[in-house]
Nanobody
Framework: VQLQASGGGLVQAGDSVTLSCSAS????????MGWFRQPPGKEREFVAA????????QLTDSVRDRFSISRDNIKNAVYLQMISLQPEDTAVYYC????????????????WGQGTLVTVSS
């Protein structure tokens, strides 16, 4: 299984960025997908999750009004759309594939991408 995240970079506060994650080696449409992030010097934290059939979406409170998650089960890809980025959003962002059709807990994700760094300058 391979998950390849892309789209990170250096942006200004207030900018928008869309992260992409391409998946291979798994039956993508059967797995819930998630995005996690790890700010500098901090623990990895949950950002967003979407169920295998897209019917269930969950975002952490701090990003609920600014981020959205979507997926394309034909392209085997999941996306994280981020608007109004703030310096506190600076982190390495990881996409992950869940063991089942939907998951929130870090421990329920079996497969992880390599991460893409988003740096938001003020």
């Amino acid at each position: 299984v391979q998950l390849q995240a892309s789209g990170g970079g250096l942006v200004q506060a207030g900018d928008s960025v869309t992260l992409s994650c391409s998946a291979s080696g798994l039956t993508f449409s059967s797995h819930g997908m998630g995005w996690f992030r790890q700010p500098p010097g901090k623990e990895r934290e949950f950002v967003a999750a979407i169920s295998a059939d897209t019917s269930v979406i969950q975002l952490t409170d701090s990003v609920r009004d600014r981020f959205s998650i979507s997926r394309d089960n034909i392209k085997n890809a999941v996306y994280l759309q981020m608007i109004s980025l703030q310096p506190e959003d600076t982190a390495v962002y990881y996409c992950a594939a869940a063991r089942g059709s939907f998951a929130l807990a870090y421990t329920s994700y079996d497969y992880w991408g390599q991460g893409t760094l988003v740096t938001v300058s003020s």
